[in-house]
């Protein structure tokens, strides 16, 4: 058995494969797969039409709210809110808590003033306080990245933003992992390939409000005002990776939903945490506590700053054992490992038996 711990493309529910194994060569009927069904046909609208009714759903989200589905994952979605954005005042405030959030800064850049909102740091291991930020009246919008993947930093609030700022949030790798308060965001967005399906998807949720205030240089597939105009089919959309989507969303609503989720959540980042904070420092994680993802669990081994060769052995007896793509970023080193929705807590146990192993043998 092969449990998949990457960072994304990620794991994908047996159920979902499997589902999609026994109708690849003959979708609901129709005698075709999806890959070969036309994006104008009945069929095909049917697939989509119950993949947003189902988030909808899942997430309660309030009628003047559209739900989008784009392409060109979450860095598309940087220039994207940008552009569809910041023409309100020429500026937006961006909150950098990591390697994602600093992309996404640095793209808006090219289309207005950013004004980040927190002092610059060498290592992200926090989120700091919302009396320490330096917010500005004028802004468009309000940026900030739920949970950073690399760095392993997740938001323990929702910030609170001025009435006519909207909240514009990328929810990528934490999407449908907790509940949220749609309400509180002007704009949501998640490529899809961590929580929710294949690569190749991203969804949109953007209050209707903000629709039709595009900088003339937006181009029509990242403009949001054409592409709900459109129902999501300016161009023809990855019909594959959105009938995958619906199927998870499908699974997700079988697994008690997003509460479901959530409880697995925090009993899988709990059992890896745990070993962490009781290993003595043989297991190392620099992230303060209170913003510790539960989606993405970074750590060193041997010590806060690692120890080569122990790190190297832990990933080869993982491999042996069937656990794969632990490896760290390439930017920060040492291990992740990333608990999302698909992954069990019996696969989360059989990590957690390794670390507990490799730590009685290698401890002194």
Same mark, same amino acid.
């Given at each position: 058995?092969?449990?998949?711990?990457?960072? #994304?493309?990620?794991?994908?529910?047996?159920?979902?494969?499997?589902?999609?194994?026994? $109708? !690849?060569?003959?979708?609901?009927?129709?005698?075709? @797969?999806?890959?070969?069904?036309?994006?104008?046909?009945?069929?095909?609208?049917?697939?989509?039409?119950?993949?947003?009714?189902?988030?909808?759903?899942?997430?309660?989200?309030?009628?003047?709210?559209? +739900?989008?589905?784009?392409?060109?994952?979450?860095?598309?979605?940087?220039?994207?809110?940008?552009?569809?954005?910041?023409?309100?005042?020429?500026?937006?405030?961006?909150?950098?808590?990591?390697?994602?959030?600093?992309?996404?800064?640095?793209?808006?850049?090219?289309?207005?003033?950013?004004?980040?909102?927190?002092?610059?740091?060498?290592?992200?291991?926090?989120?700091?306080?919302?009396?320490?930020?330096? !917010?500005?009246?004028?802004?468009?919008?309000?940026?900030?990245?739920?949970?950073?993947?690399?760095?392993?930093?997740?938001?323990?609030?929702?910030?609170?933003?001025?009435?006519?700022?909207?909240?514009?949030? &990328?929810?990528?790798?934490?999407?449908?992992?907790?509940?949220?308060?749609?309400?509180?965001? #002007?704009?949501?967005?998640?490529?899809?390939?961590?929580?929710?399906?294949?690569?190749?998807?991203?969804?949109?949720?953007?209050?209707?409000?903000?629709?039709?205030?595009?900088?003339?240089?937006?181009?029509?597939?990242?403009?949001?005002?054409?592409? &709900?105009?459109? @129902?999501?089919?300016?161009?023809?959309?990855?019909?594959? #990776?959105?009938?995958?989507?619906?199927?998870?969303? /499908?699974?997700?609503?079988?697994?008690?939903?997003?509460?479901?989720?959530?409880?697995?959540?925090?009993?899988?980042?709990?059992?890896?945490?745990?070993?962490?904070?009781? @290993?003595?420092?043989?297991?190392?994680?620099? +992230?303060?506590?209170?913003?510790?993802?539960?989606? $993405?669990?970074?750590?060193?081994? #041997?010590?806060?700053?690692?120890?080569?060769?122990?790190?190297?052995?832990?990933?080869? /007896?993982?491999?042996?054992?069937?656990?794969?793509? !632990?490896?760290?970023?390439?930017?920060?080193?040492?291990?992740?490992?990333?608990?999302?929705?698909?992954?069990?807590? &019996?696969?989360?146990?059989?990590?957690?038996?390794?670390?507990?192993?490799?730590?009685?043998?290698?401890?002194?």
């Amino acid at each position: 058995m092969v449990i998949n711990f990457a960072a #994304g493309p990620a794991k994908l529910p047996e159920e979902v494969l499997k589902e999609v194994q026994s $109708n !690849l060569l003959n979708c609901n009927g129709t005698g075709i @797969s999806v890959m070969e069904m036309s994006h104008r046909s009945g069929n095909y609208a049917k697939i989509q039409d119950a993949a947003i009714a189902d988030l909808r759903e899942l997430l309660n989200i309030p009628k003047n709210y559209k +739900v989008l589905l784009m392409q060109g994952g979450g860095t598309g979605q940087f220039a994207a809110v940008a552009m569809n954005l910041i023409g309100r005042t020429g500026t937006a405030d961006y909150v950098i808590t990591g390697s994602w959030s600093a992309k996404a800064a640095k793209e808006a850049a090219q289309y207005g003033k950013v004004n980040a909102v927190l002092p610059k740091v060498d290592k992200y291991t926090d989120v700091p306080r919302q009396k320490d930020w330096k !917010l500005d009246p004028n802004a468009s919008y309000v940026y900030y990245c739920d949970n950073e993947t690399v760095e392993g930093v997740e938001f323990d609030f929702v910030p609170e933003v001025a009435a006519n700022v909207p909240l514009a949030c &990328d929810m990528s790798s934490n999407f449908l992992s907790r509940p949220i308060d749609v309400s509180k965001f #002007g704009l949501i967005f998640a490529g899809a390939q961590k929580n929710i399906g294949p690569a190749g998807v991203t969804v949109i949720i953007v209050r209707e409000d903000l629709l039709g205030k595009h900088l003339k240089c937006t181009p029509s597939i990242l403009n949001f005002e054409l592409m &709900d105009k459109n @129902s999501s089919l300016l161009n023809t959309p990855p019909t594959f #990776g959105i009938y995958v989507m619906g199927l998870v969303f /499908k699974w997700i609503k079988r697994h008690q939903g997003v509460e479901g989720m959530a409880k697995l959540a925090k009993a899988k980042s709990k059992l890896i945490y745990d070993i962490i904070n009781e @290993s003595n420092g043989f297991y190392y994680c620099p +992230v303060e506590s209170h913003v510790r993802s539960h989606m $993405n669990v970074p750590f060193r081994i #041997g010590s806060a700053a690692g120890n080569d060769a122990l790190e190297k052995e832990f990933l080869a /007896k993982a491999e042996a054992e069937g656990m794969i793509q !632990l490896k760290g970023h390439r930017s920060v080193g040492g291990i992740r490992a990333s608990l999302y929705n698909a992954i069990t807590l &019996d696969e989360t146990q059989q990590l957690a038996k390794l670390m507990l192993s490799f730590y009685e043998k290698n401890k002194n």
